[in-house]
Structures are given as C-alpha cells and as structure tokens.
Nanobody, 115 residues
C-alpha cells in the first residue's frame, strides 16, 4: 500500500489550502486516517484524524475551527481543508492510515505560510 499527498504550497497568512491524500493498493475504508505535521526543529504533531467506523473526528486545539478533515470512501481519498492559515502552520504535512497491524505513511507535502 502507498499514500500520496498533494496540495501543499506557499500561501499568505489568512489564506487557504486543501491537501489530499490518495491511497493506492489498499482500501482504507476501515482505517483511521490522520494528518500529522512536522515543523523544523519540532517533533511530529498529530493535527487531526477521522475514524473508519463512525467517522469520529479529532482536531488538535490550535487548528479547531480552521481546519476540516473529510474522506471520500469511493475515491479512497482523505482531505484536509485549511483556512485562515497562520505562520505557525508552516510544516511538512504527512498522511497516515492505521488499522491494527497496518500502518502506512505518505512522503509529505510542504505547507509554507508567509507574507
């Protein structure tokens, strides 16, 4: 299985970006899908996740009200809509799919928020 993230880039503070994470080689309908980020000189941080069954959603406090996670079961894609971006959101964003003994990571997509 493989995950491929797209949608990163350079955006001004207050702007928006939409990240996508496409799964190849497996069906992630029952997986917990997460977005993590890693900023320079900082540890990896979980930003948000959505569960496979029930669709429970979690957001870290700093992105609540600004970021939205969603998934398309038919397309095998999970999205991260990021609005009102702040300079502190600058990081490499990585997608993760987890299901008990299976754990897949994407290569990441860079998000830079700068004036």
């Amino acid at each position: 299985g493989q995950l491929v993230e797209l949608g990163g880039g350079l955006v001004q503070p207050g702007g928006s970006l939409r990240l996508s994470c496409q799964a190849f080689g497996f069906n992630f309908s029952n997986y917990v899908l997460s977005w993590y980020r890693q900023a320079p000189d900082k540890g990896r941080e979980m930003v948000t996740f959505i569960s496979g069954v029930g669709g429970n959603i979690y957001y870290t406090q700093s992105v609540k009200g600004r970021f939205t996670i969603s998934r398309d079961h038919d397309k095998n894609v999970v999205y991260l809509q990021m609005d009102r971006l702040e300079t502190e959101d600058t990081a490499l964003y990585l997608c993760n799919a987890y299901d008990y003994d299976k754990d897949f990571w994407g290569q990441g997509t860079q998000v830079t928020v700068s004036a």
